[in-house]
């Protein structure tokens, strides 16, 4: 047997390859969950997947995992994250934890190494949660935090299409349960998707935990009206009251500082006339924070503003939480080896907070559970021009073989 190595040439040909299916002619890729670009690229990973030797799971939310054989049965360590991406994403976001997580196998059988405990890599259905909301459907459901019914029925957030339909229009209804399998340990390599690591000129983000996530929709329902005529005190202005919830998602986080974060992702008024009084607005608050306590308080005072603003304007609001998800804190135990491999190996390393959610953070309260960040150049994530340098994701791979290494054990 041979010390495993990372090649750099195999995995970065399977980041090139898997970069094809969906790509947009201006660069980046674009694999929405369950579309016929998704489907293409999860038939890519099963045929590597079975290339590798791994027997291929699939289950009815659509998850995919390969395991690789062991001295021992019994759970896996299982590496993973997603396959599926925003309408303008890059190669990297995801596909390179499923793919690194194939390179890592790859190196035990090119070094022949037996491992005591199986090991696995998976790619979990609708992490992005840019075609159907929630996000991070597919591990939520894995692993108990979100209910199977429920997630096949939701429908499509860009049109008619229902979620469990389009599963089975692609092929992907697995026939394993829901929440049948819990591994041993969770842990999922990722590009930082912020500009920390980069600007620190930093190799390896040892990831201890996710900050909490919420996500709410707001339907405001006023009165159309003629925009010259109409007094303004006698308006009922969607529009206005979607303005004013917008502003006060923006000073909560001035206010309440790092980490709190807010964004308006959606602001549409109808009927969209420039000399009418807007009769219908939908806003949606994406707020986040590493404290829930204060996530609490940030949602709470948003609702408060927007509450007064309908009353105020006249109108009507109704509110729907798209997503909630509290702060995660992942396996101390785990976030040491990972800081420990890549001092091992003499690469520069930082604990820091995910600002984005992860696969990992639903394993996290049932397995120990960690995460490897690289660095993403300028900070990009969710754009065409996301990009890892290769050499960063190597040395991602490095550390994440040496920790798997250790926790599958080799067998002698």
């Known amino acids: 047997m041979t010390r495993p190595e990372i090649s750099a040439n195999r995995l970065m040909a399977r980041i090139k390859r898997l970069g094809e299916v969906g790509a947009l002619s ?11 670009e998704d489907k293409q690229g999860r038939d890519l990973l099963v045929s590597w997947m079975q290339e590798l030797g791994l027997k291929v799971s699939i289950d009815v939310i ?7 054989e062991a001295e021992q049965g019994g759970p896996p360590i299982m590496m993973g994250s997603h396959i599926d991406t925003v309408a303008t994403g890059g190669l990297y976001d995801g596909a390179a934890g499923v793919l690194v997580g194939l390179e890592v196998i790859d190196a035990l059988n090119a070094a022949g190494i037996k491992t005591v405990r199986p090991v696995a890599v998976a790619a979990f259905t609708n992490e992005e949660g840019a075609r159907f909301a929630p ?43 829901a929440a049948s399998m819990t591994p041993a340990a969770y842990l999922e390599l990722h590009v930082e998707q912020g500009p920390v690591l980069e600007q620190e000129r930093i190799q390896i983000g040892a990831v201890t935990g996710v900050q909490g996530i ?25 529009g206005a009251v979607a303005a004013e ?41 994406d707020l986040r924070n590493t404290d829930d306590t204060l996530l609490i308080k940030a949602e709470q005072q948003l609702m408060a503003r927007a509450k007064a603003a309908a009353d105020a304007e006249g109108c009507t609001l109704k509110t729907r939480s798209l997503a909630r998800f509290a702060p995660v804190a992942f396996d101390e135990t785990l976030v040491a080896k990972v800081e420990a491999a890549a001092a091992a190996r003499q690469l520069s390393v930082r604990r820091m907070p ?26 990009l994530s969710h754009n065409i021009n996301e990009h890892t340098e290769e050499a960063d994701l190597v040395a991602g791979a490095n550390v994440l073989l040496d920790v798997i290494l250790d926790l599958a054990g080799e067998s002698k």
Do not use: K
């Open 135 to 177: 996000d991070m459907m597919g591990s939520g459901v894995h692993q108990g935090a979100l209910d199977l019914d429920m997630m096949l029925a939701t429908v499509a957030t860009d049109g008619d299409a229902v979620f469990g339909e389009e599963l089975n229009r692609i092929g992907y209804a697995g026939p394993v349960p």
């Open 245 to 285: 919830i917008a502003v006060e998602a923006r000073r909560i986080a001035v206010d309440f500082g790092p980490p709190q974060v807010s964004t308006v992702g959606v602001f549409e008024v109808s009927p969209g006339l420039v000399n009418v009084v807007p009769q219908f607005a939908r806003i949606t608050v």
């Open 354 to 379: 995910s600002g984005a959610g992860h696969d990992a953070q639903m394993f996290a309260p049932n397995c120990p559970s960690a995460m490897v960040f690289v660095p993403s150049e300028a900070g």
């Open 214 to 238: 919420s996500w709410t929709e707001y339907v405001i329902e006023g009165q159309s009206n003629h925009a010259g005529t109409t007094p303004m005190s006698m308006r009922h202005d969607a």
């Open 62 to 68: 659509g998850n995919i995992w390969g395991t690789r």
């Open 26 to 36: 201006g660069g980046g890729v674009c694999r929405l969950a369950l579309t016929d």
